[in-house]
């Protein structure tokens, strides 16, 4: 089984566990989305100015007596109402827990749609459990500030 097809199986799983309450998290948060508009990069495309804003989320848990540590990436590009993005997956070791993409690179999974999928019913899990268990998930949340 590739890598990326058993990856989709445990967060298949971890989904699974996680609506049935078995599974505490930390989840570590930081976007670009709400900081001020003027104070975010921008970027041209034929002539159409693109905001850009990233966000990353860093799952980590106990599951199966190991640790699962899983970091996604999104960077959004919004132009008016459309809306453009490229996402990123990487299976850093334990000790890695940065918010830096140059530094994840090595970690990469391949994303395919159905893998970034996943990963987002994986975050409406938790974030489910949140409403319903706040003591089950540790929620760090803030502001970052992007620059390209």
């Not at 490229?86 to 749609?113: K, M, Q, S, T």
Request: hydrophobic residues 35%; charged residues 30%.
């Amino acid at each position: 089984m590739k890598k990326e097809e058993q990856l989709m199986h445990e967060i298949t799983e971890l989904v699974k566990e996680t609506k049935n309450g078995k599974i505490n998290w930390d989840i570590t948060y930081q976007t670009t989305e709400y900081n001020d508009a003027d104070t975010k990069p921008v970027e041209e495309e034929d002539g159409e100015k693109w905001v850009v804003d990233e966000c990353f989320v860093e799952y980590h848990c106990e599951y199966k007596s190991k640790e699962f540590l899983l970091t996604s990436y999104e960077q959004m590009f919004t132009c008016g109402e459309k809306v453009k993005t490229c996402n990123l997956i990487f299976e850093p070791p334990e000790g890695l827990r940065f918010f830096d993409v140059d530094i994840l690179a090595p970690y990469a999974v391949d994303a395919d749609p159905m893998l970034t999928y996943h990963v987002h019913m994986l975050w409406l899990a938790i974030l489910e459990q949140y409403k319903t268990n706040p003591e089950s998930v540790k929620l760090d949340i803030t502001p970052r500030n992007l620059v390209l």
